[in-house]
């Protein structure tokens, strides 16, 4: 944990490690991910490793659902783009959806 005004704040995801996993197994899944996103057309080449070990993370380091995950994102960000630019909480046509929800 980091001190943080006298209270223990959460650590930085660069200070997290999963007990299963070592940097250099870490490396070497970044490393599988940037060859298997090479092969694919329609996925950026220019991922950096950060985003790349976030998106391990988040599917607890498994790379068949890092890769599942990644595809849908970038399907959902390029079907609906609005839902990642343009967004102005205190637009009219946001409002109007959250009045919806």
Known sequence: MVE??????APRFSDIMVDSK????LEKDVK????WI???PHLPKDLD???LK????????SLEKTKKCIE???????????LFTNRDPLSQSMQKTLKIL
Do not use: M, W
Request: charged letters at 30%.
């Open 49 to 51: 490793d950060k985003v």
């Open 38 to 40: 090479n092969k694919q």
């Open 4 to 9: 943080c005004g006298g209270r223990q704040a």
């Open 72 to 82: 849908l994102f970038f399907s959902i960000r390029s079907s609906s783009p609005e």
């Open 32 to 35: 599988l991910l940037k060859d």
């Open 54 to 61: 976030r998106f391990l993370h988040s599917c607890y380091y």
């Open 22 to 25: 070592t940097s250099e197994e």
